[in-house]
């Protein structure tokens, strides 16, 4: 029933959609992770085709002035942004404004504004790449094929363990081959380096040592074969089950539900891989600030596909160095939550993504509040998770602190981040630790 109401939403709001945009030019704004690309190309080609004039800005965050900036004569469309930010949008002026987003919306939706979002559909688990190949196909059942470039959006949103009627449907467009498995990745290269480089789950004493991950192979009974180990794809059924043994013997809370599941394979430059390594192509193209090489290498440019490859190299490695500096720093803790203030020692495009490994290692329990700090040019990016998925509704504690301090906010109840200027730094972790100990109080 959900998904009728949800699929009845996204066709009323693509034939809107269809008939604004007759005679005026299109603004595509979208996020610049995983999803953000996706999306967007997605859009790209439905609009290529419909012969259509756009223009597509990529952005990190929406700013203070990013919306009071916006042509007024001009289609509006935020891909994946915007659903905290209608109050401006309101203010602005603007006329023909259309959201897909999956982001909570806590604000009156103004009349200028169409918007797609499952929090108003009976919250179906959709990825915002999802919910834009569901509106392209709306618009025209040829756009079937772009369906793989959707299940890369999907899984570059950890949409993938969600699977529900409409994911389903877009897995089953774009030919996905499955294959149940141990849930790290790339599934298709020598188990050596994919451990090495495996930050989700954080595997103490194995990720980034090299070692101690050669030590874990020979405990388990894998070995190189002519110097070459095998991938994980190529392990039988005995090997899989010691290695996953002996993963979660070093990473106790990781739970055998959460690393077995599906593997999916996609067929790009002409042969399988694994999507939740395109994905993460992807992602380390446009956090080191290459959001159009990472286009290129949807569209399996082969030029791309060398220059991403030794991108995402350089990108796992600035991953293994924020580990290597949140281990070393001092921490603000206390009951129930851990601040981590990097300053300039972590990329504010990265910080988000050391949050999210840290709540998914065995380091912090259920229900810790992890709040992550960078710098970015004069202002700060906090990036903040809740482990376990429990406990505080995180976004709902910075969107208090920010009516203080001042500053953006947006996110999900457990995994969300702000953005604040760096005179406020001390006021904002006065108000942080303050606000923890009301939620205590309170629980």
């Known amino acids: 029933m959900e998904s009728k109401k949800l699929e009845s939403e996204i066709e009323n709001v693509a034939n809107k959609f269809m008939e604004s945009v007759s005679d005026k030019e299109i603004l595509i704004i979208s996020h610049f ?72 919306i806590v604000t009156e939706i103004p009349q200028c504004v169409s918007i797609i979002n499952p929090h108003l ?7 915002s790449s999802s919910l834009v190949y569901l509106f392209c196909k709306q618009i025209s059942s040829e756009n079937k094929e772009l369906a793989k470039l959707a299940i890369l959006g999907m899984i570059g949103d950890s949409m993938e363990k969600s699977i529900d009627k409409l994911n389903n449907f877009i897995i089953s467009d774009g030919e996905v081959k499955r294959k149940r498995g141990l849930l790290i990745y790339p599934s298709t290269r020598p188990l050596n380096r994919t451990l090495e480089y495996c930050s989700d789950p954080y595997i103490p004493g194995i990720t980034g040592n ?41 990473n106790p809370k990781v739970k055998n539900k959460e690393i077995i599941g599906d593997i999916f394979l996609i067929k790009f430059f002409s042969k399988l891989e694994d999507a939740r390594e395109l994905s993460a192509m992807i992602n380390a193209c446009s956090r080191l600030g290459e959001s159009e090489t990472a286009v290129q290498f949807c569209l ?19 991953i293994i160095s924020g580990l290597k500096c949140v281990a070393e720093s001092e921490k603000i803790t206390g009951n129930g939550f851990v601040i981590i203030n990097a300053k300039e020692k972590i990329k504010d495009t990265i910080i988000g993504t050391i949050a999210s490994i840290l ?5 912090y329990e259920d229900g810790t509040m992890i709040i992550t700090m960078a710098y ?17 509704n995180i976004r709902e504690i910075l969107a208090s602190i920010i009516e203080k301090t001042g500053g953006e906010v947006g996110g999900h109840p457990f995994a969300a981040g702000c953005m604040i200027r760096q005179e406020k730094e001390e006021e904002f972790i006065t108000h942080l630790k303050k606000s923890f100990e009301v939620e205590l109080v309170k629980i």
């Open 33 to 104: 992770d995983t999803d953000g690309i996706i999306r967007s190309l997605l859009f790209f080609q439905t609009l290529k085709k419909l012969d259509k004039r756009f223009s597509l800005r990529i952005l990190k965050r929406i700013e203070e002035d990013t919306i009071s900036n916006l042509p007024k004569d001009k289609i509006i469309l935020f891909l994946d942004l915007a659903s905290g930010s209608l109050e401006q949008i309101a203010k602005a002026g603007l006329k023909h404004i259309f959201i897909i987003d999956h982001h909570e």
């Open 121 to 127: 559909n009976g919250k179906e688990e959709l990825s």
């Open 210 to 250: 090299t070692l101690g991950v050669i030590e874990l192979l020979r405990e388990v009974g894998i070995n190189a074969v002519n110097g070459k180990y095998k991938s994980l794809i190529e392990l039988n059924d005995d090997e899989m089950s010691k290695l996953v043994t002996a993963i979660m013997l070093q």
């Open 300 to 318: 399996e440019s082969m030029k791309a596909k060398k220059k991403v490859e030794l991108m995402h190299t350089k990108y796992k490695q600035f």
């Open 359 to 363: 709540s998914n290692s065995s380091v």
């Open 376 to 392: 970015y040019d004069d202002k700060i990016k906090v990036s903040a998770r809740s482990v376990g998925k429990a406990g505080r």
